[in-house]
Nanobody, 115 residues
Framework: QVQLVESGGGLVQPGGSLRLSCATSGSIFSINAMGWYRQAPGKERELVAAISSGGSTNYADSVKGRFTISRDYAKNTVSLQMNSLKSEDTAVYYC?????????WGQGTQVTVSS
């Protein structure tokens, strides 16, 4: 069974940084684009960053220039470096397959940006 396990969230002040990590099984990691999604209270889940199996990246306009997605093939992990965080980045962050059939969601990791 595919599992997605996110970690690295927390409370950070505006302008601060966090690095999220997602561990997953090699069966989906090696052949799929992977993405980071987020869901803020009262809003729909949205894709904020994606990386193809070849390393090409895409970002939502709201995070472009501040977030960087990367993947480690040796560890089957996907990471999201988040810099210059804003209060509107507050959400639960999830990783999953991007641009293909979604797998069961993990528990996510809470990111709260507040002074």
């Amino acid at each position: 069974q595919v599992q997605l396990v996110e970690s690295g969230g927390g409370l950070v002040q505006p302008g601060g940084s966090l690095r999220l990590s997602c561990a997953t099984s090699g069966s989906i990691f090696s052949i799929n684009a992977m993405g980071w999604y987020r869901q803020a209270p009262g809003k729909e889940r949205e894709l904020v960053a994606a990386i193809s199996s070849g390393g090409s990246t895409n970002y939502a306009d709201s995070v472009k220039g501040r977030f960087t997605i990367s993947r480690d093939y040796a560890k089957n992990t996907v990471s999201l470096q988040m810099n210059s965080l804003k209060s509107e980045d507050t959400a639960v962050y999830y990783c999953n397959v991007a641009f293909a059939r979604l797998r069961p969601w993990g528990q996510g990791t809470q990111v709260t940006v507040s002074s």
